[in-house]
């Protein structure tokens, strides 16, 4: 039950015998960094592109190739997200994600050549698409009406 007194009140009011609106809020935010990674995401490939072209002997087409791979497993990764979120649940899927995320990182680290890193990138996208799509369900799950 929530407390009103300045003394006796608790750091976060209670929403239930369950929880508190601190885990809540705790939880959107973590939960909301999946949508923030895209953008990130961006950002990072586009200051890696010269070092990439140099690397691996890129033309103009396979520059923008690269820096766009990412969008392909974007596409896949929201295409598929809702079934698997309906079917397995938003957390475990979110849950993968992260896993999706961890490998693209390493891959995209160190890339021999020019199809891993894009491979890496794929996966990673695949993980934003998923979680861009995933991450506002699981929130609005987890939040109590009168918060949301």
């Known amino acids: 039950m929530p407390t009103t007194g300045s003394s ?4 976060f009011d209670s929403l239930d015998d369950k929880g508190s609106i601190g885990f809540v809020y705790l939880i959107s935010l973590i939960a909301a960094v999946g949508g923030l990674l ?24 396979q520059e923008g190739f690269v820096a766009s791979s990412a969008l392909i497993g974007c596409v896949i990764g929201a295409f598929f997200a809702g079934t698997l979120s309906d079917r397995f649940g938003r957390k475990r ?22 199809p891993e890193f894009v491979i890496a990138r794929i996966l990673g996208g695949i993980g934003i ?3 861009s799509l995933v991450s506002p369900l699981y929130i609005a799950e987890v939040s109590p009406a009168r918060k949301r």
């Open 8 to 11: 006796s009140a608790h750091r």
């Open 38 to 61: 895209f953008g990130f995401d961006t950002a990072v490939v586009s200051g890696a592109i010269g070092f990439m072209k140099a690397q691996f002997g890129l033309d103009a087409a």
């Open 93 to 114: 899927v979110l849950v993968l994600t992260g896993i999706f995320f961890g490998i693209s990182a390493i891959g995209a680290a160190l890339p021999r050549n020019m």
């Open 129 to 131: 698409g998923a979680a």
